[in-house]
């Protein structure tokens, strides 16, 4: 959605405030699930404090996909855009302070939003981002080994490393936290293995 891009269109400053009263904020504890994989989302989520990742079960394992921070909003799109049970759950990994709008709102907000003259222009842009984001994971997942992807996390996206918790680090690697042991160890000597 747009909201989390208020910095970079400041025009959607009056959206946000008109859209405020029908957002519920919600202060919450970590591991709290705020949308459970296979159930409908019918929120869009901006998070204002903490951290959020989203999840799915792989035959009783936790695979984590992407980490959310301050000022992002997500929701499981496909599910909903097609209210179609979603693919991951949603999860805040810290203490977090969220805001949900439900569908309808976003529905009417977008309708409203379609009449600002960038509007396309912002979307496309958006779409574009965030694509190019999606691919890019996609491409260094089959790509880059175990090492490459948290010694990219180290170079590209520090804050990770930081405030996410190294068993879902590992998950989002695809490797046990023993093998993430190894790879730091490697780092910490300066002998990485690409």
Same mark, same amino acid.
């Given at each position: ?5 208020? =910095? ?14 029908? @957002?519920?904020?919600? /202060?919450?504890?970590?591991? =709290?699930?705020?949308? %459970?994989?296979?159930?409908? #989302? ?12 989203? $999840?799915?079960?792989?035959?009783? %394992? ?7 921070? /301050?000022? %992002?909003?997500?929701?499981?799109? /496909? ?12 999860? =805040? ?18 309708? /409203? ?7 396309? @222009? ?8 965030? @694509? =190019? ?6 491409? #260094? ?29 590992? #998950?989002?690697?695809? $490797? #046990? ?18």
């Amino acid at each position: 959605m747009l909201f989390h891009f208020r =910095t970079q269109f400041p025009q959607l400053n009056p959206f946000w405030d008109k859209y405020l009263e029908y @957002q519920q904020r919600l /202060e919450i504890p970590a591991k =709290t699930i705020l949308l %459970e994989e296979g159930k409908v #989302s019918g929120q869009y989520i901006f998070i204002e404090k903490g951290c959020v990742r989203a $999840v799915f079960n792989n035959n009783g %394992e936790d695979k984590t996909v992407q980490f959310f921070f /301050e000022n %992002e909003g997500l929701t499981s799109f /496909e599910s909903f855009i097609n209210e179609t049970p979603g693919l991951f759950s949603i999860e =805040t990994i810290e203490p977090s302070i969220v805001y949900l709008l439900p569908k309808s709102y976003v529905i009417q907000l977008v309708d /409203e939003l379609s009449h600002e003259p960038d509007f396309i @222009q912002m979307i496309l842009r958006l779409s574009a981002a965030r @694509q =190019t984001h999606y691919i890019n994971e996609f491409v #260094s997942f089959i790509r880059d080994t175990p090492e490459r992807r948290y010694q990219k996390l180290l170079n590209e996206r520090p804050h990770i490393i930081q405030r996410v918790p190294q068993h879902y680090i590992a #998950s989002y690697l695809g $490797v #046990s936290t023993v093998h993430l042991s190894r790879i730091k160890s490697k780092l910490a000597k300066g002998k990485p293995h690409f």
